[in-house]
C-alpha cells in the first residue's frame, strides 16, 4: 500500500514548486499567453528548484533518485500556477528521462550530464503525428535499420522546442514496435517546420518536424539494439500529463469558489444558491478523484509495476475532468469569464490540450 502523506522531502519539494508558481507564473501567465513567449525566469528561477538533477543519479552528475510520485506532486503545483510555464521548466525531462529510464550506460554518461549542471538545457520529443486516429503503437514514422545505421522516414507534429534543442527523441516504428531514437537537429534530412498556431498552451513553442531518409549512427537508438520499454515511456508520459490536468483543473476551481463567494446577486453570494453550490461540490469531487487515479498511476511505475491501464484511466479521467472544470468555473463568472480580465478563459484553452497533445511531458 502507498501513503497518503508526503515525505518531508516531498513537502518541501511541494511548498517551494507552489511558491514559484505564485511568485513567477500567475504574474506572468498572461502576458506571456497573448505574447507567444515564455519568460525568462520561468527558467530561471524553476531550474533552481534541481528538480530533474534530483532525479539523476550521482555518477551521471545529478543528487538523487527518480520518483514519479515526487514529479507528479511537483507538476501539479507547477501546472496550477501556470500549465504552459510548467511544461516549458520540464522540457528537459523528455530527453532525460527516457535516457535514465532505457538509454545504454553510454548514452547516460553522454548526456545525462547535460541536465545536471546550473544551466537549463533544452529538451524535445517528437511523439505526435499529424494523422486521424494517431496510435502512439503504430507510428506512421518509420525506422529501418541500414549497416551501421537506422533511417527515419515520417512527419511530427506538436514537437516542443524542436528549433531550441539541441537533441530530439524521436519516436518511430521499427519492425512494427514504436522505439526510440536520438536525433541531432543537424542532421541530414531533418527539417523543423514553422511554429504552429494552436488555441491554447501559447508560450510553449510547438512545431512540424520531417523526417526524409533521416540517417543516424546505430548507437543512436536508445537501449542501443535492446531498444527501449517504449511502454514505460508512453505510461510515464500520460501520467505526466494527467497531473498537470489535475493543477490547471484545481487553478480553476479555487479562482471559481473565490469569486463566487465575493460576487453578491440579490442580497447574498451567489457561492449560497443551490445550483452553484453544487457545481462547486462536483467541482472539487472530480478533482480529487482525478488526484488519486495519478497518485496510483506514479505509484505503480515507482514500484516497477505495469501502469499501462492505471495510466490510461488517469488520462482519460482527468483529460475530460480538467475541461469540464475550467468550462464551468467559466459559467459561474458568467459573462465575466468570457473576456481576459479574468483567467478562467486561459485555463479553458489550456486545459482543452490535456487529453489530446501526447507525448509533450514526462514524469
Given amino acids: ?48 528548484l534541481g528538480l530533474l538533477p534530483a532525479s539523476i543519479p550521482e555518477r551521471y552528475g545529478g543528487f538523487g533518485d527518480h520518483s514519479a510520485m515526487t514529479w507528479v506532486l511537483a507538476a501539479e503545483e507547477l501546472a496550477w500556477g501556470d500549465m504552459t510555464a510548467a511544461l516549458v521548466l520540464t522540457a528537459p525531462n523528455l530527453v532525460a528521462l527516457p535516457i535514465l529510464y532505457c538509454g545504454t550506460e553510454e548514452q547516460k554518461t553522454e548526456f545525462l550530464p547535460v541536465y545536471c549542471t546550473d544551466r537549463y538545457a533544452h529538451g524535445s520529443a517528437a ?15 518509420t525506422a529501418h535499420r541500414n549497416n551501421g545505421s537506422y533511417v527515419l522516414t515520417g512527419l511530427k507534429c506538436n514537437v516542443p522546442f524542436a528549433a531550441e534543442s539541441e537533441w530530439l527523441l524521436v519516436y518511430a516504428s521499427l ?16 527539417s523543423i517546420g514553422e511554429r504552429e498556431p494552436n488555441m491554447g498552451i501559447n508560450a510553449l513553442p510547438l512545431y512540424s518536424v520531417e523526417l526524409k531518409e533521416c540517417s543516424i549512427p546505430a548507437t543512436q537508438r536508445l537501449g542501443g539494439d535492446a531498444g527501449c520499454d517504449f511502454a514505460l515511456l508512453h505510461n510515464s508520459s500520460r501520467v505526466a500529463l494527467s497531473a498537470l490536468a489535475v493543477g490547471v483543473a484545481r487553478a480553476a476551481y479555487e479562482y471559481a469558489l473565490e469569486y463566487a463567494k465575493q460576487r453578491k446577486a440579490f442580497g447574498e453570494a451567489i457561492a449560497q444558491r443551490q445550483s452553484i453550490a453544487f457545481t462547486l461540490a462536483e467541482m472539487a469531487i472530480e478533482i480529487d478523484a482525478a488526484r488519486m487515479l495519478v497518485w496510483e498511476a506514479a505509484w505503480r511505475l515507482d514500484q516497477g509495476r505495469d501502469a499501462t491501464k492505471e495510466a490510461q484511466y488517469a488520462m482519460n479521467f482527468t483529460g475530460d475532468m480538467a475541461l469540464m472544470v475550467a468550462d464551468r468555473a467559466v ?3 458568467g459573462g465575466y469569464g468570457y473576456v481576459r480580465d479574468h483567467p478562467v478563459e486561459l485555463w479553458l484553452r489550456n486545459a482543452r490540450g490535456c487529453g489530446v497533445l501526447e507525448g509533450i511531458a514526462i514524469v
Fill in 127 to 141: 511523439l505526435m503525428e499529424p494523422h486521424f486516429g494517431f496510435n502512439p503503437y503504430e507510428l506512421k514514422t
Fill in 1 to 48: 500500500m502507498y501513503s497518503f502523506e508526503p515525505t518531508e522531502e516531498q513537502k518541501i519539494i511541494i511548498s517551494a514548486a507552489r511558491k514559484l508558481a505564485l511568485k513567477e507564473f500567475r504574474d506572468r501567465m498572461r502576458d506571456a499567453d497573448e505574447t507567444g513567449r515564455h519568460h525568462p525566469s520561468w527558467v530561471e528561477a524553476g531550474w533552481e
Fill in 175 to 190: 519492425d512494427g514496435q514504436s522505439q526510440a531514437f536520438l536525433v541531432s537537429k543537424d542532421s541530414p534530412g531533418l
Fill in 331 to 333: 459559467q459561474i463568472l
